[in-house]
Structure formats: C-alpha cells, structure tokens
C-alpha cells in the first residue's frame, strides 16, 4: 500500500516562508506527476503546484514567483518552497501523485496524502 506523507506545515507570520515535503513510501513501481493541492477555508480543493517526472511544472497564477516546487525522484519526494506568505494561502495542503503501482499495471493510480495545515496570520 503506497502511503503519501506530508510535513513542514505550520504557523507563519506574513511574508514569512515555509517548506513542504512529502515522500511516497510503499511499493509502488513508478510515480510520473507529483503535485500540491491546497484547500481553503469555505472553498474546493484547488491545484497550487505540479511536476512532472522531467521536472517540468506549473504553478496556479495566485502563487507564481512566490512558490517553488521541486522533486527528488530517487527518494520519492516532492517539496514546495513557499515564500512571501500571505493570509489567503491559509489552507491545508495535500500532497497528490499519479503512480502505476506495478510494472504489469497499464492504468495510473491517483495518491493522496491526508493533508499538513498551512496558516498565516501575525
């Protein structure tokens, strides 16, 4: 069973920083897209960042030039650099991974972790 772990959550003052890793443990055969997904208070869950395994990525436009997503593929990890803090980034954070879970598995399995609290505020 792949389980998807995160950290680095916490509370931070504005225009503060934080780092959010999460690392997939569990046999899995191969993880392609790795991802960051942010629920805010009274709203969806919304994609904040994306990479794909050639490290490309994506940024939704409210956190452009402020976060900065990166993976180590060795380890199964994914992180997100998170400057310039604002109280709208409050939300918890979930890590996603698309991964096949065995070399014979022709369909892709979508992973979630269960979430880190991010919250800014003085």
């Known amino acids: 069973q792949v389980q998807l772990v995160e950290s680095g959550g916490g509370l931070v003052q504005p225009g503060g920083s934080l780092r959010l890793s999460c690392a997939a443990s569990?046999?899995?055969?191969?993880?392609?897209?790795m991802g960051w997904y942010r629920q805010r208070p009274g709203k969806q869950r919304e994609l904040v960042a994306g990479?794909?395994?050639?490290?490309?990525?994506n940024y939704a436009n409210s956190v452009k030039g402020r976060f900065t997503i990166s993976r180590d593929n060795a380890k199964n990890t994914v992180y997100l650099q998170m400057n310039s803090l604002k109280p709208e980034d409050t939300a918890v954070y979930f890590c996603?991974?698309?991964?096949?879970?065995?070399?014979?598995?022709?369909?892709?399995?979508?992973?979630w972790g269960r979430g880190t609290q991010v919250t800014v505020s003085s």
């Open positions: 990479i794909s395994s050639r490290h490309e990525t």
């Open positions: 569990g046999s899995i055969f191969r993880i392609d897209a």
């Open positions: 996603n991974a698309l991964g096949l879970p065995g070399p014979s598995d022709r369909y892709y399995t979508d992973y």
